[in-house]
């Protein structure tokens, strides 16, 4: 029997909701697991995977879900208020990324070894780097007089397609770093694929809002 319209939208948005809720927790559970493994406080070295999955995991995710219109944690608040939460995470995420980027620089100074040498290292400084641009780009949407050629929508569409490259970029860090040394010593085995499914279901649930954000506006064009 075929299913109507209605009854694959209220599928497809109880989907999303479950997805939604999915990557929340995974959000919070991935940051968790990484500071049971590394026992921030150890060692310098242990900050650095808590920093960076603080920052790429927790922080990012939430600021990208805050506009999420089934599983956004403050759905129920201004568009204003979001925006501003939205501003506040991406700063501590970005504070996160830059702290844990300088710890891992001086402890390799420290102990003699070559700088960015790994595709872990070239990937998360691009990444770190690239969040630091998307942050000052994001100031054109508080001062959209300042690019008069380009209106507030298109501003806020490729804000939020760049943003999204910019996520993929710390996901693809994280996972890259999940293959190091110190993460393949500490999880093994079926842990080990849980643990590289984490940024997977966070990347595909980030990607799947902003198309939707997209399509919404080709559509409302019409």
């Known amino acids: 029997m075929a299913l109507t319209a209605e009854t694959e939208s209220r599928l497809y948005r109880s989907l999303r909701v479950a997805a939604g809720a999915a990557a929340h927790l995974v959000a919070l559970g991935f940051p968790a697991a990484v500071a049971v493994l590394a026992r921030p406080g150890s060692s310098l070295f242990s900050w ?6 603080l920052s790429f995991s927790f922080l990012m995710t939430e600021a990208l879900l805050i506009f999420s219109p089934e599983t956004s944690l403050l759905r129920s608040f201004s568009r204003k208020v979001r925006v501003r939460a939205h501003w ?3 700063l501590l995420a970005l504070l996160c990324a830059l702290l844990g980027l300088g710890i891992i ?7 003699g070894k070559g700088h960015f040498v790994t595709w872990h290292g070239l990937t998360g400084l691009v990444a770190v780097l690239y969040a630091g641009g998307q942050c000052a780009g994001g100031v054109l949407l508080l001062y959209p007089k ?9 501003l ?15 996901c693809a860090s994280l996972m890259l770093g999940m293959c190091s040394l110190w993460f393949t010593t500490a999880v093994t085995g079926a842990s080990w ?4 499914l984490c940024p997977l279901l966070t990347s595909l649930v980030i990607m799947n809002q902003v198309s939707n954000a997209y399509l919404y506006r ?4 019409h």
């Open 193 to 196: 694929y849980l643990a590289m």
């Open 88 to 90: 506040v995470l991406q």
């Open 156 to 170: 806020k569409l490729y804000h939020a397609t760049s943003g999204l490259v910019g996520y993929l970029l710390g």
């Open 48 to 53: 650095h995977p808590l920093l960076m999955a």
């Open 105 to 111: 620089t001086y402890n390799k100074h420290l102990n």
């Open 146 to 154: 300042l690019m008069k050629n380009w209106t507030l929508a298109k």
């Open 218 to 221: 080709k559509r409302s064009q």
